[in-house]
């Protein structure tokens, strides 16, 4: 079993989740293989009641060949965590923080299995997605669900962080990272905002678009780019299913453009999809189009989004604070909707019930 990464308190009193205040911090991610020997199985686990071909898995397995089989995921969440931990100390919160897969190790479940034997009655997760959507939201609240009826009665609760889309942290440490990159462009350079594609039908349900544009358009004009569009990587599925586009290889091959930067504000860590959709295809597909080509970080550990998630854990400690958040849409909800970020092809949900 996973221990917690930051330090441990002493065991929460034993009162009924919905009156126990918050004890403990769960970070809630996607996971992904950190050797080549986990490669296969991690994918196996990614895809798993879909039908995937073999040869497909194949395929994909090859891209992880090209880092050592290692995605960077895992080490990512790991920094982040060993950034928010002094972050929340220095403003007064003591909680523990636990560390928690969707598709690899440390599974979610035995995270909740460890905060169960810890004591832990009442966690706030923080899932490392910025934006509402079905695979960014509403599955890791379906994969909490199972994990908690696969420890048991005694499982904790888990409540969600907001969204920080458009939270002034994650947008100033994405800025930070446009302008270092437009730093290694031409003067009047395009910047190609990427997000994870998805299916047409899934954004139809939820406000995953809107959100990334809102993101795209602070970020844009805080940095004062003119010329920026938000495009999409990552597709999978078969060709028939209609995705969100343009893709971003797509996109740089019909630019005319002195230059084209690639931020990929749709992602909050440079995991693998990250660094080989954009690091090799969209950097080739920059080269043989011949353009000067710059990739901005992600959010990672930027100061200012490890703040920023301090932020959004204070808010929900002191019901009732204010909550930042720039642009147009006002802060993000805490609490989801019953019919929030379905995920568009008719497959029920526990939280249907």
């Known amino acids: ?7 441990r308190k002493a065991p929460a ?3 009924a989740p919905s009156d126990a205040p918050f004890d403990a911090i769960l970070v809630v991610s996607f996971g992904g293989p950190e050797g080549p020997d986990d490669v296969m199985p991690f994918l196996e686990n990614v895809t798993r009641g879909r039908g995937v071909p073999r040869e497909r898995l194949i395929d994909v397995a090859h891209h992880y060949e090209l880092f050592g089989g290692v995605s960077p995921i895992n080490a990512q969440n790991r920094a982040l965590i060993a950034a928010l931990a002094p972050e929340l100390r220095a403003h007064g919160i003591e909680l523990p923080i636990y560390f928690g897969n969707r598709n690899w190790h440390p599974l979610i479940a035995d995270a909740m299995a460890e905060m169960r034997d810890d004591g832990v009655r009442n966690a706030l997760a923080f899932l490392t997605s910025a934006y509402s959507s079905y695979s960014g939201c509403r599955q890791y609240r379906e994969n909490l669900f199972d994990a908690q009826q696969a420890v048991g009665p005694d499982a904790p609760a888990v409540s969600r962080l907001r969204m920080l889309y458009n939270h002034p942290g994650f947008v100033q440490a994405n800025v930070d990272h446009v302008r270092e990159a437009l730093a290694q462009v031409p003067a009047g ?9 998805i299916p047409a039908a899934m954004a139809r349900n939820c406000a995953y678009e809107a959100q990334l544009r809102e993101t795209a358009r602070l970020v844009a004009e805080t940095v004062g780019v003119e010329h920026w569009r938000v495009v999409y990587q990552s597709r999978s599925g078969p060709p028939q299913v209609p995705w969100l586009e343009p893709d971003v290889c797509d996109h740089i091959e019909q630019l005319r453009a002195p230059g084209v930067v690639v931020s990929p504000i749709g992602f909050v860590s440079d995991h693998l999809e990250v660094r080989y959709d954009l690091d090799v ?23 200012a989004f490890v703040a920023a998630i301090r932020e959004a854990i ?3 400690l002191a019901p009732g604070s204010p909550k930042r958040a720039l642009g147009r849409f006002g802060p993000s909800w805490d609490t989801c909707a019953p019919d929030c970020c379905r995920p568009g092809n008719g497959r029920p949900s526990p939280w249907d019930a």
């Open 13 to 15: 009193d034993r009162a």
């Open 314 to 316: 204070a808010e929900r």
């Open 281 to 303: 295809e969209a950097r080739d597909t920059a080269a043989r189009a011949g353009l000067p080509f710059a990739r901005a970080a992600s959010a990672g550990t930027h100061p």
């Open 189 to 197: 350079s395009h910047v190609a905002f990427t997000a994870h594609s």
């Open 1 to 7: 079993m996973p221990t917690p990464v930051s330090e």
